[in-house]
């Protein structure tokens, strides 16, 4: 017989999940956050904001190619996303990968406004 084990990561409504993943990364407790906002992405997958901040944790907790992935979701669904663009970029650089970085973070200086940077 299979139990289901809650945590202190898990339990609580969606909008009290949310809320202390939040306080977990302002407290720079990046794997604490992701912890809880894992959980909260797989029953919203649909929402930015929770997987957002999920990739954030992950490339903060240096869990860098669990944020590309999430970043990579993100970027698919909106391409024009400006600061998961700019994080994707981050990310692949954090992993000596330049070259594939370049044309996110050339975009996201673009729909950041910042066309000084855009050749």
């Known amino acids: 017989m299979e139990t289901t084990t809650y945590t202190y990561y898990d339990h609580g409504t969606a909008a009290e999940r949310w809320e202390r993943a939040g306080l977990f990364f302002d407290a720079k407790d990046y794997a604490g956050a992701a912890r809880v906002l894992g959980g909260l992405v797989e029953e919203v997958p649909e929402q ?8 954030r944790a992950y490339y903060h ?59």
């Open 48 to 55: 930015t904001a929770p997987r957002l901040l999920l990739a």
């Open 61 to 119: 907790s240096a869990q860098l190619r669990r944020a590309e992935a999430e970043l990579l979701v993100l970027v698919e669904r909106d391409p024009v996303e400006q600061y998961a663009r700019l994080l994707l970029g981050r990310t692949l650089q954090r992993q000596g990968r330049h070259e594939e970085a370049a044309p996110h973070m050339k975009l996201a200086s673009a729909l950041a406004g910042d066309f000084d940077n855009f050749e």
